[in-house]
């Protein structure tokens, strides 16, 4: 088995991955690995052809995979070490790592600190209540857009999309311009899943029809996918069966919810929270096994890029001063929610005043105008929203926060 | 008349545009950018350009492209079918332009990565 040490071991190459090597390197670290199991770097934005990416952090539209060049570049540049088409298999509490790929076999990898970066997946049909069989024809909107961006095939001819949420709408705009008729959006929700801004771009500019409180209640076909049927749904999801409609179409795309990746979590014995399904993370991103670190969407899944680098970075910050010996230790205080907050991240604060201090939420409900408040701290820069939903996740400084005890609350003002 | 949902801010105000003696009345809006995207709207919409490109001897067969700019909505479809017919070779670089002023817009259609070749076997 082939033996390697480092001083910082990221776990994924996509933005989370690339943004927190980067910054583990700027603030001195030794050797730093990322490990990724595609054959690249950049992780899903290299099938994120669209624009919108890096409004907050470079200030103008850039595609998905403009923005991941930028920190490829970067990592090229600051001769960070990269293994691709590299799969880690395991990750001990003792930060030991397992991994392997055609040409090295085996690897055993010790490190200073771990980030995990691995991101999330799509539910599957397997994984919500899809009745019918099985034909092809069904797959994630993920799955679609890297066959149409990045391998260059067509997947079907005519669409029905399920599940309203950003991808989903992303991948309505983008089949349409390709050639593929799709047929409608439809969401079980009473409200649009995704950005208002991509409900307009992606469906009103393509005439494309969003049907709410609607479900795909059959899939038709044996081998190849035939059509869905439709149907609404009452209030406690029941479909109403008097509405079934039959939609002749060959492909089905799922767009229906994203769930941080954490089997390698698991195997390590971090503590996860079901809230967000990924690790209970202090201000630093450190998570319950001192020395592993989470960053992006393996923590939480994230609505902006911006906001995933910026996890990243404060990962590698805290993963550093691990490394150097200079990270406080301790148990940590539960950050308290409280109003319209459904879940934020960190979850925990240790006394650290050099420590990292953004925190992400999302809101339980839509609300108007609403400001977010601490407890405890003090809210730095922008704490008042005209409008909150829970597809935006709201993120805030707090400074100075009081011996680790914090409260944060979202309330609707006048 | 054109009605319209504001995307300048997650606020989303539904704006309506209409036309009276030659004057724009723009109403619903609560802001001043959103009487400026509106107004925009209903003159001459504009949207970014992304698409792929076939490419030639790269690791994949598509490249991503980005216009450097805005190009006016009636003009995308004309934009897609001549990228469309275009075929660049591997490697590529990130930023290099695959077509200029496309359509006399005045816009470049540039690679939104790189695509290096693919090693030989």
Redesign the interface.
Same mark, same amino acid.
């Not at chain 1, 149409?148 to 260059?152: D, L, V």
């Not at chain 1, 929203?385 to 939903?389: E, I, T």
């Given at each position: 088995m082939k033996e390697i040490k480092t001083d910082i071991t990221v776990i994924g190459g996509g933005p989370a991955g690339l943004a927190a090597a980067v910054e583990a390197k700027k603030q001195g670290a030794g050797k730093v690995l990322i490990i990724e199991r595609d054959?690249?770097l950049?992780g899903v934005l290299?099938q994120c052809?669209? *624009?919108g990416f890096g409004l907050h952090r470079f200030g103008r /539209?850039?595609?998905g995979?403009?923005y +991941?060049?930028i920190f490829i *570049?970067e990592v090229n540049e600051l001769g960070i070490d990269v293994v691709t088409d590299t799969m880690v298999l395991e990750v001990t509490p003792e930060k030991e790592l397992y991994a392997c790929n055609s040409t090295d076999g085996m690897m055993h990898i010790s490190s200073g600190a771990i980030i995990l970066a691995m991101g999330c997946r799509e539910r599957t049909a397997g994984q919500i209540l899809l009745l019918g069989g099985r034909p092809s024809g069904v797959m994630t909107a993920g799955s679609v857009q890297r066959y149409?961006?990045?391998?260059?095939y067509l997947p079907g001819k005519k669409a029905v999309i399920l599940g309203s949420g950003d991808i989903g709408l992303i991948m309505a705009r983008r089949m349409t311009?390709e050639g593929i008729e799709v047929e409608g959006v439809y969401e079980v929700m009473p409200n649009p899943g995704g950005?208002? /801004?991509n409900?307009?771009?992606c469906l009103? *500019?393509f005439d494309i029809p969003l049907h709410l409180s609607t479900t795909v209640a059959h899939v038709h076909g044996n081998s190849v996918l035939e059509g869905v049927t439709v149907a609404k749904i009452d209030e406690n999801r029941k479909v109403l069966h008097e509405t079934e409609r039959f939609i002749p179409c060959d492909l089905l795309v799922l767009a229906v919810g994203l769930i941080p990746e954490n089997e390698l979590s698991k195997g390590a014995g971090i503590a996860l929270d079901p809230k967000t399904k990924g690790p209970v993370v202090d201000q630093n991103f450190m998570t319950s096994v001192p020395g592993i670190f989470a960053a992006g969407n393996v923590s939480a899944v994230f609505d902006l890029v911006d906001y995933v680098s910026m996890s990243g970075e404060i990962a590698a910050r805290g993963a550093v001063r691990y490394v150097n010996g200079t990270l406080p230790s301790g148990e940590g205080k539960d950050v308290k929610i409280a109003g319209n907050v459904n879940f934020v991240i960190p979850q925990k604060v240790i006394d650290d005043p050099e420590g990292g201090n953004m925190f992400f939420m999302r809101v339980k409900h839509p609300d108007g105008r609403s400001k977010i408040s601490a407890a405890g701290g003090e809210i730095a820069g922008k704490s008042v929203?005209? /409008?909150? +939903?829970p597809p935006?996740m709201l993120a805030c400084e707090v400074r100075g926060i009081q011996d680790a005890e914090l409260e944060i609350s979202v309330g609707a003002v006048g | 008349m054109k009605e319209l949902t504001c995307i300048v801010c997650p606020v989303g105000c539904r704006i309506t545009v209409e036309e009276k003696d030659g004057e724009l009345v723009i109403t619903g809006n609560s802001c001043p950018r959103g009487y400026e995207h509106a107004k925009n709207e209903y003159t001459d919409p504009k949207r970014m350009l992304t698409t792929t490109v076939k490419v030639e001897g790269g690791v994949l067969p598509r490249i991503p492209v980005i216009s450097t700019a805005e190009i006016p909505k009636r003009q995308l479809g004309d934009c897609l079918a001549q990228l469309y017919q275009l075929k660049v070779t591997a490697p590529v670089a990130y930023g290099d332009i695959i077509v200029k002023d496309i359509l006399g817009t005045g816009v470049d259609i540039k690679a939104s990565r790189e695509m290096p070749a693919k090693a030989a076997v």
């Open positions: 054959f690249e950049g290299q052809i669209h *624009d /539209r850039m595609s995979s403009e +991941a060049q *570049d149409i961006n990045m391998e260059g311009l950005l208002t /801004r409900i307009v771009q009103e *500019d929203h005209q /409008r909150v +939903a935006e | -």
